[in-house]
Nanobody, 120 residues
């Protein structure tokens, strides 16, 4: 299984970005995590298989939306109202179970990360 994240970039506060994660191989629930410089990797959002249930970190609720396209074997993270504290490397992750997990240890596969920088 391989995951390829893309879509990161530099935006001003209040801007929007859409991250994509292309998956090769069979996976089930998926999630997005982020890691700011000097901080631990933290949960952002997750979606179950086949995509009827989602979960979000409190810090992104109402601003970020996770979705998936089963046919394309991809997961997305639409981010609006970006804030400087959203800056970090964003990782997509996948697991062999259908249920959601908000824990880093709950995922079996990880992408390489894509950098999001939000300037004030």
């Amino acid at each position: 299984v391989q995951l390829q994240a893309s879509g990161g970039g530099m935006v001003q506060a209040g801007g929007s970005l859409r991250l994509s994660c292309a998956v090769s191989g069979r996976v089930y629930a998926m999630g997005w995590f982020r890691q700011a410089p000097g901080k631990e990797r933290e949960f952002v959002a997750a979606i179950n298989w086949p995509g009827r249930t989602t979960s979000y970190a409190d810090s992104v609720k109402g601003r970020f939306t996770i979705s998936r396209d089963i046919a394309k074997n991809a997961v997305y993270l639409q981010m609006i109202g970006l804030k400087p504290e959203d800056t970090g490397v964003y990782y997509c992750a996948a697991r062999k179970l259908t249920s959601i997990s908000s824990s880093v240890s709950g995922y079996d596969f990880w992408g390489q990360g894509t950098l999001v920088t939000v300037s004030s």
